[in-house]
């Protein structure tokens, strides 16, 4: 079983900046992947960002050069530096964690106002 926790979600403005964080533990050393999924209202679960163990990573189009995901392997951990957020950007984020399985964090909103 892995354990999966989500925080820096908020309220920022358009134009402005957050970096969310995502920390597996438990039964983690085998690891091949984290990533990013976003579902804003009305709409459907997207991709955003994905990490693979050695490094490569793979972004949504609407998210290429504003946002960059980043990891620590020896941490477990996973990161996505969030820039010139737009409104469309509104969104619940999730962090998925893939090993033995998937695991999912709970989700952390984040709202960007005008």
């Known amino acids: 079983q892995v354990h999966v926790v989500e925080s820096g979600g908020g309220l920022v403005q358009a134009g402005g900046s957050l970096r969310l964080s995502c920390a597996a533990s438990?039964?983690?050393?085998?690891?091949?992947?984290m990533g990013w999924y976003r579902r804003a209202p009305g709409k459907q679960r997207e991709l955003v960002a994905i990490?693979?163990?050695?490094?490569?990573?793979n972004y949504a189009d609407s998210v290429k050069g504003r946002f960059t995901i980043s990891g620590d392997n020896a941490k477990n951990t996973v990161y996505l530096q969030m820039n010139s957020l737009k409104l469309e950007d509104t969104a619940v984020y999730y962090c998925?964690?893939?090993?033995?399985?998937?695991?999912w964090g709970q989700g952390t909103q984040v709202t960007v106002s005008s």
């Open positions: 438990g039964s983690s050393d085998s690891i091949n992947a």
């Open positions: 998925l964690t893939v090993g033995d399985g998937e695991y």
């Open positions: 990490i693979i163990r050695g490094g490569s990573t």
